[in-house]
């Protein structure tokens, strides 16, 4: 079997990486490739690993079987020729910790006021802690959209508040203990009781503006969102007006409706605002540029988990983290 990984790694990784995977696989990796040595060896190979395939590169792969991302989104991903062609599509949550890490600390933040505080004394060196008060956690309700690796882990951070824990999820389940779930059916319910909202859902044609107008106009008044799921799991311009006319109290988001053609040092182009709305005018939200899954873990520690979830499908067991190709996640 032949493997492409469309990652980046040094030699002494390279290494560990072929010592690590299952002796029936030959490895190639991307940097070692020319162009067309790359897209010849597409057509050979039976397993990816990393990187976003498009749709000419899928339609050209004759014996790809088992692709393995590095990512837990899965939405710009061509699935239906995934499906067409039975190929497996795996995620990942190895940085589902970090992303709750994030997200807890996106809360923290948006409930104390951190950034209109510190701008306050940095640029006007004011003292008045009238102006951004902050909002206690303890006793609160908090609401998570979506209740899995990223949602269970925040839950866990938010514990010692003696908060009261509901959630919103497809199918209700007997091991969900002292949290009170929600189907979709029934999210408005949830949401008005909701101090603070935390969205880690997935795009799917079901999610998509899962938070419209309807479900804004029955927050409460003082809620905040917190976003590290999908931005366009959040209708753009109910999220915007309710912000602008103080409908919700806030919120602290980290994906959004448009990027940069790339990212990074070399991001382009610059600048690159991340709505067609204004929101970097607003006072009551934290900007942050899709970096949660950001942290100084090493990548290559990753990568050889993912070695094994590979060496699964290479014996013939079942790989963790198989995408569901007709739900989207």
Known sequence: MKALFLINANEQEKEEIRERIDERVEVFFRDELTEDERKKILQEVDIVLGGRLSKEELESTNKLKFHQTFGTGVDRHNLKIYKEKN????????HSDTIAEYAFSLLLAA??????????????????????????????????????????????????????????????NAEMQNVTVYTPEKRIEAIKQADFIINS?????????????????????????????????????????????????????????????????????????P??????????????????????????????????????????EEPLNKVNLDMGY
């Open 87 to 94: 190929i497996i599509l795996c995620n990942s949550h190895e």
């Open 111 to 172: 409930s104390k006021e951190l950034l209109a505080n510190d701008k306050l004394l940095r640029e006007k060196g004011l003292w008045d802690y009238t102006q951004y008060p902050s909002v206690s956690l303890t006793n609160k309700t908090i609401l998570f959209l979506g209740f899995g690796h990223i949602g269970k882990k925040v839950m866990e951070y938010c514990k010692p508040f003696d908060m009261k824990f509901i959630a919103i999820k497809r199918r209700k």
């Open 201 to 273: 859902l997935p795009l799917t044609e079901e999610t998509r503006n899962f938070l419209g107008k309807e479900e804004f106009n029955a927050m409460k008044k003082e809620a905040i969102i917190v976003n590290v799921g999908r931005g366009k799991t959040i209708d753009e311009e109910e999220l915007y007006l309710s912000l602008k006319n103080k409908k919700i109290k806030g919120a602290a988001i980290d994906v959004w409706y448009n990027y940069p053609k790339r990212r990074g040092e070399k991001q382009e182009p610059v600048p690159c605002y």
């Open 275 to 316: 709505s067609k709305y204004p929101f970097q005018e607003l006072d009551n939200i934290i900007m942050s540029a899709h970096r949660a899954w950001q942290t100084d873990k090493k990548w290559h520690d990753r990568v050889i988990k993912l070695v094994e979830n590979i060496n699964r499908f290479v014996r013939g």
